[in-house]
């Protein structure tokens, strides 16, 4: 199971930091993902980390913003977003997959969390 949290409303510039927790040892060593999906938009790709977060992919659109990162220790997967742009705002997803490298599409991933609202307001 995959839970998020640290989502939230802040102004455009502003920073957030989202957490994903995972419950059971299943997800603990494995790659995981975040994605997002905007209003009437699909969902895509933001960033990935790799089991033991030696290899990291970043969308374009926030490469250089965003950071990832993970703690196995405590079972989290985090996403700090800095310099937050309106076009961030969104439904945020962690996702996590059966492989231990980095993916970016949905479909590579085997659970999904419920999300957690991004807004940034201008």
């Known amino acids: 199971q995959l839970v998020e949290s640290g989502g939230g409303l802040v102004e455009a510039g502003g920073s957030l930091r989202l957490s994903c927790a995972a419950s059971g040892r299943t997800f603990s060593m494995y790659a995981k993902g975040w994605f997002r999906q905007a209003p009437g938009k699909e969902r895509e790709f933001v960033a990935s980390?790799?089991?033991?977060?030696?290899?990291?992919e970043y969308a374009d659109s926030v490469n250089g913003r965003f950071t990832i990162s993970r703690d196995n220790t405590v079972n989290t997967m985090y996403l700090q977003m800095n310099n937050l742009k309106p076009e961030d705002t969104g439904v945020y997803f962690c996702?996590?997959?059966?492989?231990?490298?980095?993916?970016?599409?949905?479909?590579?991933?085997?659970?999904w969390g419920q999300g957690t609202q991004v807004t940034v307001s201008s």
């Open positions: 980390i790799s089991g033991q977060g030696g290899e990291i």
């Open positions: 996702a996590a997959r059966y492989y231990y490298t980095t993916a970016r599409r949905q479909t590579d991933y085997n659970s």
